[in-house]
Nanobody
Framework: QVQLVESGGGLVQPGGSLRLSCAASTSIFSIYSVAWYRQAPGKQRDLVAAITSGGSTHYADSVKGRFTISRDNAKNTVYLQMNSLKPEDTAVYYC?????????WGQGTQVTVSS
């Protein structure tokens, strides 16, 4: 079992930045991958970025060059640094961990980009 707690969401103006955090209840060394997804109202949940235990990263085309996923193994935390935010980035952001072939989700954190 893995518990995930997201934080760092909020209201930001277009062009601004936010850093989301995903704190895991177990060592992230043992987690195969951690990913950030987002879901806007009325839309499906989409992959934003992912990082494996080996440090490989993957980004959705829509966020490449603006978002950066990283990990702090000592804090068992994965971050999503979001820069140059756009109104279309508005969504609930979820953290997902793949641990021994099972998927675990956090509760989500709201990100709203608006002037």
């Amino acid at each position: 079992q893995v518990q995930l707690v997201e934080s760092g969401g909020g209201l930001v103006q277009p062009g601004g930045s936010l850093r989301l955090s995903c704190a895991a209840s177990t060592s992230i060394f043992s987690i195969y991958s951690v990913a950030w997804y987002r879901q806007a109202p009325g839309k499906q949940r989409d992959l934003v970025a992912a990082i494996t235990s080996g440090g490989s990263t993957h980004y959705a085309d829509s966020v490449k060059g603006r978002f950066t996923i990283s990990r702090d193994n000592a804090k068992n935390t994965v971050y999503l640094q979001m820069n140059s935010l756009k109104p279309e980035d508005t969504a609930v952001y979820y953290c997902k961990a793949v641990y021994y072939s099972a998927n675990y989700w956090g509760q989500g954190t709201q990100v709203t980009v608006s002037s």
